[in-house]
């Protein structure tokens, strides 16, 4: 049901979800199906899934990461927050 925005200005954005309103079992759901989606590791050595899960619930429980809801097409990710910009005339 996504709605198509002529102006992107009318788009709502995408709502912010505090970790700590999900059941356990909903949150693992969400830090797995974006720990599925990171792609494969190119790195020195494989981390275990189950690791990767825990590193992102860490991200999660310091800040440092937050999901985000979108209304248009009812999707859920997972964004971390030092790729993100501050908003102007945030000091």
């Known amino acids: 049901m996504s709605e198509w ?3 992107p200005r009318e788009r709502p954005p995408p709502l912010e979800v505090p970790h700590t309103e999900l059941s356990g079992e909903a949150l693992h759901g969400v830090i797995e199906s974006f720990v599925l989606r990171e792609g494969t590791d190119y790195g020195a050595h494989d981390v275990p899934h189950e690791t990767k ?10 800040g440092e990461a937050k999901i985000l809801f979108d209304p248009v097409t009812e999707t859920i990710d997972i964004v971390v927050k030092r790729g993100l910009k501050p908003p102007r005339g945030a000091d």
């Open 5 to 7: 925005y002529e102006d």
């Open 53 to 62: 899960i825990a590193q992102v619930l860490r991200q999660l429980e310091r």
